[in-house]
Antibody, heavy 120, light 113 residues
């Protein structure tokens, strides 16, 4: 059974930083594109970033470009999201997700999510 | 970028009745040479992570009950629940993965009438 477990969320002031982690079990992350998807309070799902299996390609949603960095450590079977210059509008539950393995960027497995609150 | 629009925003259906959720993309998500529509459907229950129900517009994920079905092609898609069960109460999202940044619809909240 696949488990993705996020950690690292919390309360941070505007302009601050947080690093989210996602530990995988039951799935070898080195075989999959991986992603972060978020949901702001009362809002819908929003894709944040993707990273290729070997880390050679990374893609970001426009509003987080230059502020967020996605990375992975395949030896630790883990995914990360470094978030800098955080804004109030970044407040959301952040989900780690594995991308399906049949050729498209759809999200097959999801973690339970970690809440990031940006507030003074 | 491709914009996904779902209708209705909310829906109340009686137990055992059919529920239909629509999703429209601003551009076709059909890859003609592969005859595949790059569209997925998710179910999101409160306090739980989203769950992939259907990919490629009509392929049910393993373990998803067969009362869930996806249809459509090009720009217009439908998620149908043939006989609504109490456990189907959730928000449902479509998502395109054909071109550019992946995009979700705004969600459709499904409730019991």
């Amino acid at each position: 059974e696949v488990h993705l477990v996020e950690s690292g969320g919390g309360l941070v002031q505007p302009g601050g930083s947080l690093r989210l982690s996602c530990a995988a079990s039951g799935l070898t992350v080195s075989s999959y594109w991986m992603s972060w998807v978020r949901q702001a309070p009362g809002k819908g799902l929003e894709w944040v970033a993707n990273i290729k299996q070997d880390g050679s390609e990374k893609y970001y949603e426009d509003s987080v470009k230059g502020r967020f960095t996605i990375s992975r450590d395949n030896a630790k079977n883990s995914l990360y999201l470094q978030m800098n210059s955080l804004r109030a509008e970044d407040t959301a539950v952040f989900y780690c997700a594995s991308v399906g393995n049949s050729g498209g960027i759809y999200f097959q497995y999801w973690g339970q999510g970690t809440l990031v609150t940006v507030s003074s | 970028d491709i914009v996904m629009t779902q209708s209705p925003d909310s829906l109340a259906v009686s137990l055992g009745e059919r529920a239909t959720i629509n999703c429209k993309s601003s551009q076709s998500v059909l890859y003609s040479s592969k005859n595949k529509n790059y569209l997925a459907w998710y179910q999101h229950k409160p306090g739980q992570p989203p769950k992939l129900l259907i990919n490629w517009a009509s392929t049910r994920e393993s373990g998803v009950p067969d009362r869930f079905s996806g249809s459509g092609s090009g720009t217009d898609f439908t998620l149908t629940i043939s006989s609504l069960q109490a456990e189907d109460v959730a928000v449902y999202y479509c998502q395109q993965f054909y071109y550019g940044p992946v995009a979700f619809g705004q969600g459709t909240k499904l409730e019991i009438k």
